[in-house]
């Protein structure tokens, strides 16, 4: 497998881009032509039918210097709360770099600020996949940044390696791409190092890629291979692939594809196995209910479909949205496990219900599965 090969056979694309490639050097403005290239790289992507989601940092790097923070000053040394105002108010310019990018071609976008928190908690989860997959089915492209202002620890640089690799991980995406100003992973630390070598592929991260990587830079913009190193940890292990790839030049996609010239390292993910989520559910020992089902539902199941409300007969257990079900046939049998959309008031109002009347019921448009199929897995 090549760089090329998994970006052409990819249907959903994350792409995350690091400060470096979106703050010109004066740190005032976004590199718009940088950007505009971009734009058109993924204008293409999508008339090849893919779906793209971004992630991109630059907030904090195009807020600073409103607040009289030299250019010069190490993020490390930054007070916490300078930093979150930093973000405030260069988060407008960021999205507003994509803004004027992605409008000439006429295509949407939306700002998403997510927390690393609200990827690990279910509920949470359930709420930013919604709408993240809402965006991304009307062609909406959404632009994910860290919810700097509420995050609980420190900003660190590196953070939205990480974040585009749980976004992926949620929006189960092919594949993600690390944009930043390092061709990928070398032997040894190409700076410092004069026979260091590019490796283009790993099919298995191991202790010794660890190794390689190093410790985090402190540095103005990237969190350096580490944080990439972690990401693609993250990545891999949920079934994704992660490129590394020097994106400094314009049209950084539309070169990866072609195989022009561009370095980067692919690696790829983990494919026999399940996908993360899945391996966390069938861990999962306490569920805090069981919903039992009739046989048309076993069927749709069985077929890869997500559990209706239609086909449940009854419902035991006390639980909350976002928290993890037993599914059992009629009988008992034990099925699996699931994440129920509803809590159990609400599921007990819409069970045997079919899906055109749950508006109804609950007097607003919500979900229409009981357990959406990702977020189920049934017993072998
Ligand atoms: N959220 C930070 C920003 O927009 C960046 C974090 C990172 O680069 O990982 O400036």
Known sequence: MSTQQCLKNAKTIVIKIGTALI???????????WINALA??????????????????????????????????????????????????????????????FSPHDIKIAQVLLTMSETEN???????????????ENGVI??????????????????????????????????VVLLSTTDGLYTANPDKDDSAEHIPVVEQITAEHTEMAGEAVPGMSTGGMKSKLEAAKNAVTGGIDLIIANGMKDHVLQNLIDDNAVKSTLFV????????????????????GQVFIDDGALKALQ????????????????????????I????????????????????????????????????????????HRNDMVLQA
């Open 23 to 33: 703050v010109d050097k004066s740190g005032d403005h976004v590199r718009q032509k």
């Open 40 to 101: 058109e790289d993924i204008q293409a992507l999508r008339k090849d039918g893919k779906n793209i989601v971004i992630v991109s940092s630059g907030a904090v790097a195009l807020g600073r210097t409103s607040l009289g923070i030299p250019l010069d000053k190490p993020p490390m040394s930054i007070p916490l709360q300078k930093k979150q105002a930093s973000s405030a108010i260069g988060q407008f310019h960021v999205f507003n770099g994509f803004f004027n990018a």
């Open 122 to 136: 279910r509920r949470m989860h359930l709420n930013a996949r919604a709408t993240l997959s809402e965006l991304i």
């Open 142 to 175: 959404p632009i994910i940044n860290e919810n700097d202002t509420i995050s609980t620890g420190e900003i660190r640089f590196g953070d939205n390696d990480r974040l585009a690799a749980r976004v992926a991980q949620m929006i189960e995406a092919d594949v």
């Open 269 to 288: 993910g983990d494919h026999t196995t399940h996908n993360a989520k899945k391996r966390w559910l069938s861990a999962h020992m306490r569920p805090k």
């Open 303 to 326: 077929s890869g479909g997500s559990l209706l409300p239609v086909g449940v007969k009854r419902i035991d257990g006390k639980f909350e949205r976002g928290d993890i079900l037993e």
């Open 328 to 371: 059992c046939t009629e009988s008992g049998h034990k099925l699996g496990m699931g994440i129920s959309a509803f809590n159990k008031d609400d599921a007990n109002k819409v069970i045997g219900k079919n899906s055109d009347q749950i508006a109804d019921i609950m007097g607003f448009t919500g979900r229409s599965e009981l357990i």
